[in-house]
């Protein structure tokens, strides 16, 4: 025995409120579309009018379209989720808007009763109404010119949505774009042209309030898109990713919609009009296709093709839009080889011989070098730039990870990471009768920092205002974070890193101490040992905290009696004298 589903009207309508649409506005829309679908399906768009007229009593929307005969009204009116805009296969027509057959029961959001008249030429004319309770009624209807009116008696409370000032907003937010002559109250609402094909930077400044930084124009034939990219003047964050206006058909489909762009082109706001691409049910969003994934595409081709024009014409103009948005190119250039050239040979960077792109460094130096945080970089560059060691502040978002990029798509590239105890093998080493007369002066140190796990050594260096460089190689640092970690672990995590500890041998941080400094000079040669002890543990103090080093309780300990101690001294000098 075979039976037919029932449909409960209002479970049908609540969904549609509820689920599908964002508002009970979208009626408006999808009136529009019907009577445009019915004025395309007569074959003369020229000629098609759409009028629609408000009132206390009702909404009334006409149209001059194709009509229905009354085998039609049963069949396609009647019958949620019938559609004729789609062929014997079910595939959508390509010239309508429409294709679920769901469209017309959004007026039940805001009416409890819809009337549609409608005559197709050389067919009887045909009232047919529809309740939000699911019944329908079908009679003769009066005498009319082929086409179909559709009339709305509002839902009390939904009244707000049916007076003329929000259906004229509604209908030229939706419709203003479209082929079709649409009047609301005797007000066109329709322009005609496109407008952002017009006066762009008007357009922009209207739509998305911002005078454009340049206006890109987007061409994707195969999705019969054309539209214009706008590229903000001011930079956003990456993360919130802006909205595009998208029309299908010249019917507006959604003022945010977020799928049309690769995430990195978050510097442009875009309009489109589009004939291909498809909508989703609720018509807010676009269908994940193919399509959409290949129109994508070829957005993010004409974005970058601007991009690199602009390097070759206008590196100027360039220069500023990398001012306002390299945040965004720099993470494209993460996985995008063009973006990577074009911070490569465009992005300054800080370096400690000024402000140099990549490719000005590389040309310079040969090499790459780079610290990969900012207190690296401050602590090391003037001692690097005294060595001769050109070094690159690459311990902004995404520019080390950019640097090391850089090696992995071109051989010809060499890079080095700074590692900070490589520096002291550039240092100077002392005569062999300097560092016999320091011995005893090293020996004591060394006693006095032991416990703070640091090795004392002496050097010459530049420049010589610096007295003291405190040197973490990058297993001397990892071997830190290890022995805190084993110092908070439970049984079977310590264990774990207790194997570990085997093969990670401990490489102690070095307090490299500059023998060109007068006052270093000075404190090597204290014939007071107490006093020379309290000199060098303020120098390892100082050096900690000039490279930003952190802190452990044991050397603010330190910090804090060493200092007490020079201060006692010193008091005790002037009192005595
Ligand atoms: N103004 C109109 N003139 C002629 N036919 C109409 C009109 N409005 C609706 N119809 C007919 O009623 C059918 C159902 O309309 P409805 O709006 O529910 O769905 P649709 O437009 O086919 O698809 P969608 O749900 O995508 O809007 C349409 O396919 C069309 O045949």
Redesign the pocket.
Known sequence: MSNTFQVDLRGIVDLLSHHLYASPRVYVR?LL???V??ITATGSVPQGRVTITTGADALRIT?N????TEA?VHE??ATIG????RDELGFQRHE??????????SCFLVADEIR?H?KRAGAAPVLWTGYSDGRYEVRPGDEREPG?T?TLLPRRGAEHLLTSTTVRELAELYGSLLPISVEVDGVRVTAGALPWEADREAYCRQVFGFTPFDVIELNVPEAGLTGAAFVLPTAVNPAARGGHRVYLKRMLLAENVESLLPEWAFFARCVIDSTELRPT?SREALYEDGLLTDTRDAIADQLRGWLVRLAATDPHRLARFLGVHHLGVKALALHDDEMLRLVEQWWPMETNMGRLTLAEFRERQGVIRYATTVDEYHQLSAVAAAQDVGLINAGYVYEADIIERLATVDDAVRVERLEPSDLATRFTGLDTETELRLRPFLSAAQRRLDRLGCEVVIRAFDPVTVPALYLVSRAAAFHDEFKESRATADDLWGGVLDALAQVSPAERPQLVLNHRNPLVRRVVALADPELAGLAVESLYGQALMLGHHPLRPADAALLNTSFLGLLNRAVTAEEQK
């Open positions: 999808e579309q019907n009577a679908d019915a149209d379209g194709i009509g229905l039609q396609l009116l019938r559609s004729s805009k309508f808007l429409g294709q679920f057959g769901i469209g017309l029961l549609v409608t179909t559709v049910a």
